[in-house]
């Protein structure tokens, strides 16, 4: 009963063949409804959440790198001269680890679970609900294509009695009267013929709306429709429905959900430890080369000249001294290369600093009585939602023992007027070869005409309505029965 045609990845712009299986029907509005996309997109939040929580237990990281030119010049602090005559380029590495965990951290994986639960909850019972009204609607349809099916039969009933009305007539056993009273009736059933045919395009567009895409050209249903119990007693449907209905363990699941939430708001009682380490690394350097060079041959020759004179003074006491050293001091070119070499490390020949490691565990002792108010909330919110289960299995129970009620009284319904329309369907038969044999009036002919209308009509909406009560004892259990 699938349609091939309609199988088509992600979401369908048209229907792409002329016939429509309830299957293909329900297929494509769960592609295309933008109230059911919009629950499952409600999936991949509840995911990402998971993800997030399971990521907290998780060491977290972080790296930056800076960069620093500062202009020369002598500062002056507390009496003192500080600062260089050349501009001073510096950059900075550093690479922070940090983990925080507290009792809080770890219920939080469950608790987004639970509500991952509740979500798939939500979308199976929004995937229900999108599902009955689909079938409701595709119900409708065919009901108005047996109301028009009728009004073709009605129309076609409508000309003969027209004929015959003319041929009594014309052998002098009706009147002119016989044949105005059969136009009218023909009239009459030819605007309900239209009317009918209308009625139907009307609701295949609003099934079409609630497939999501738009109707072109003309679509043919073809699921067909039989009257069958329910195989399931009523005790088994309630049972059924306690332990599969979607919106029921969605409640539930976001019971737990607040249970864990208690548990967790309880958990900011607790401590917290946190550790932290990284590692870290800076560059510091001139942007005139030769400044460090001069700056250490002016601190070489002045060290020159303070130990040859420390050392002159011991040499006229009579004293060892060590002025041949003193003499020696000298300024090399390969010191000068060096220097200038390490003032190249800029901006990234880093020199790491030294390696550290940090452990803190902090006691929340108050806040202000913040923390006792979100353990009331959570403790308000699980009890509310303990309510609304119950209140929700209570409605459960009402719901489908009525739909079950309603079903069965449906079903005898059909079978009553089914009866029914035999019976006026035989008695149109009796009166049309009664108006033939001039023993019968067209007045008699049309009350009896009328009658079958009125009867037919209402077995088919009590074999619709039958079909559409079936539907809803199943949205009510939460699973299709058939």
């Known amino acids: 009963m699938f349609s091939a045609h309609a199988q088509t990845a992600g979401r369908d712009s048209v229907l792409r063949s002329n016939t429509l299986s309830l299957e293909e029907a329900i297929s494509v509005a769960r592609r295309n409804n933008y109230l059911y996309l919009e629950a499952l997109s409600n ?41 260089a005559t050349s501009d001073v380029n510096q950059s900075q590495y550093n690479i922070g680890i940090g983990y925080r965990i507290n009792s809080a951290t770890l219920l939080a994986p469950k608790v987004q679970r639970a509500n991952r639960e509740a979500v798939e909850a939500d979308i199976t019972a929004s995937g229900e609900n999108l599902r009955t009204t689909v079938v409701q609607q595709y119900l409708t349809v065919l009901q108005a294509q047996a109301t028009a099916e009728l009004q073709d039969t009605l129309v076609s009933a409508a000309r003969s009695q027209v ?21 009218v009736v023909l009239g009459q059933a030819q605007v309900q013929q239209l009317q009918a045919r209308n009625s139907i395009e009307i609701e295949k567009l ?9 109707k072109t050209g003309d679509v043919t249903l073809t699921t067909p429709f039989t009257i069958s119990p329910v195989s399931l ?11 599969e209905n979607p919106v029921v363990l969605a409640l539930r699941s976001r019971e737990r959900v607040a249970n864990l939430n208690v548990r967790r708001e309880k958990g900011e009682y ?4 946190s550790l932290n380490t990284g590692l870290s690394g800076y560059t510091y350097a001139y942007t005139n080369s030769n400044f460090p060079v001069e700056q250490a041959r002016a601190q070489t020759i002045a060290g020159k000249a303070d130990c040859i004179r420390t050392e002159e003074v011991r040499a006229a006491l009579g004293l060892t001294n060590r002025l041949a050293a003193c003499n020696s001091i000298t300024f090399s070119d390969d010191m000068a290369a060096t220097l200038r070499k ?13 390696k550290s490691i940090s452990a803190t565990l902090s006691i929340p002792l108050f806040d202000g009585f913040a923390r006792e108010q979100r353990v009331q909330e959570a403790q308000i919110t699980r009890s509310n939602l303990q309510n609304q289960v119950r209140a929700t299995e209570i409605q459960l129970t009402s719901g489908i023992t009525s739909a ?43 009350e009896s005409r009328a009658a079958y209308e009125r009867a037919e009509s209402e077995r088919i909406n009590a074999i619709y309505d039958y079909h559409k009560a079936f539907a809803l004892l199943e949205n009510a259990v939460g699973r299709p029965l058939r």
């Open 43 to 83: 999936r991949q939040r509840a995911d990402a959440s998971v993800r997030t929580a399971f990521g907290q237990l998780l060491p977290q990281a972080d790296a930056s790198v800076t960069a620093l030119r500062q202009q020369g010049g002598r500062q002056i602090f507390n009496g003192g001269t500080f600062g």
């Open 163 to 183: 004929v015959l009305a003319q041929a009594r007539a014309l052998v002098g056993s009706g009147t002119a009267l016989d044949i105005s009273r059969a136009e």
């Open 206 to 214: 609003k099934l079409f709306q609630q497939m999501g895409i738009p």
């Open 233 to 243: 007693s009523l005790s088994e449907l309630l049972s059924a429905a306690r332990r």
């Open 270 to 273: 607790t401590p917290t430890l």
């Open 342 to 354: 390490q003032n190249g490390s800029f901006p990234f020949d880093f020199t790491k600093s030294p």
């Open 404 to 446: 079950y009620l309603t079903l069965s009284t449906a079903q005898q319904t059909v079978a009553l007027q089914e009866q029914n329309s035999a019976k006026a369907r035989q008695e149109l038969k009796l009166m049309q070869d009664r108006y033939r044999a001039g023993q019968a009036t067209f007045v008699d002919l049309s």
